[in-house]
């Protein structure tokens, strides 16, 4: 079978940097082009060099997206822009989409595969891809649904890469020097996309601090009824038997063994004497397992393609 022709809108972003990388990685998939109109007429390769190819970025607007011959459509843009190149693309084009505009859209599939099943992705056209922050919370959460009383609690740190390009207090690194930034301390998005698909109540506090790149997330259960500590890690690890994406700790996950890393972690789980109040940490790259990794998975899925592996990023 020949490659399959992938087209990237909003490539020069942290997570289109990566996306190139990935998808150079693969020889079932081609880049057909890269829209960027900040890179227009720049040789892909110069942001990219490991892509064997003489393509430039284009300033391609929705309709022009429309007109190529492609297979897939990643949209790498930020929240609020995708409506426009959604509606130009037909029925039978498959968008992955990792801004939040869709994913509380009933009439689309939400790509977590190790927790919401990779059955609803295998020929999907239209696939909402997780945040980074709610990933590395429902990788937390899920092996305890239906056992839980009350509200989950999830405590995120971030690194400023999750905070875009577009310059901000939050991306600063002279503002986040020394310091730890906490903002939207409710209602958050990924609050309520959490809440939504783990059927569970969340409550979510984000951070940012003065790395690049990278999640922990500190979460706290309230259990229904008593456990062990042994049958709460075997509960995880069993979970997570066999998903090559999340890796189960016998320690605390730390920022640097998310960051730069394809998958996931999870550990550093403690009870207390009760039995009841649970800590579950994890982490992960908000680049990839929070973003390009995860949106590589659901394309992969939805094209009936291997999964694959993926390797760290260089960057």
Request: glycine share 10%.
């Amino acid at each position: 079978m020949s490659a399959r022709r992938i087209g990237l809108v909003g490539a020069r972003g942290h997570t289109g940097r990566e996306l190139l990388r990935l998808i150079a990685d693969r020889d079932d998939l081609e880049l057909a082009f890269a829209s960027s109109r900040e890179w227009a007429g720049r040789g892909v390769a110069e942001m990219a060099p490991e892509i064997a190819t003489d393509l430039a970025f284009e300033a391609l607007t929705p309709a022009d997206i429309a007109a190529r011959d492609v297979d897939a459509v990643i949209l790498a843009l930020p929240n609020g822009a995708a409506a426009p190149f959604v509606a130009a693309l037909a029925d039978e084009t498959l968008i992955v989409d990792l801004s939040a505009d869709y994913r509380f859209d009933e009439n689309w599939t939400y790509g977590l595969p190790e927790i919401h099943g990779r059955e609803a992705l295998a020929g999907a056209k239209r696939i909402a891809n997780p945040g980074c922050y709610a990933t590395a919370g429902q990788l937390a959460i899920a092996p305890l649904r239906g056992r839980l009383a009350g509200d989950a609690h999830v405590f995120g740190v971030s690194g400023y890469s999750g905070a875009g390009t577009t310059p901000s207090r939050k991306n600063d690194p002279a503002a986040l020097a020394d310091n730890l930034m906490p903002y939207a301390l409710s209602g958050h998005l990924h609050e309520r996309e959490m809440t939504r698909h783990m059927g569970q109540e969340v409550r979510f506090t984000p951070h940012v601090a003065a790395f690049f790149r990278g999640i922990v997330a500190t979460t706290h259960l309230s259990l229904e009824t008593p456990a062990s500590l042994a049958e709460i890690e075997a509960l995880y690890r069993r979970t997570y038997t066999g998903e090559a994406l999340v890796d189960v700790l016998d320690r605390i996950p730390e920022v640097r063994d998310g960051a730069l890393q394809p998958g996931a972690v999870i550990g550093g789980f403690a009870l207390d004497e009760s039995g009841r109040k649970l800590v579950v940490v994890s982490a992960l790259d908000n680049l990839l397992k929070g973003a390009a990794v995860q949106a590589m998975q659901n394309l992969a899925l939805a094209l009936d393609l291997p999964e694959g592996a993926y390797s760290s990023s260089p960057l």
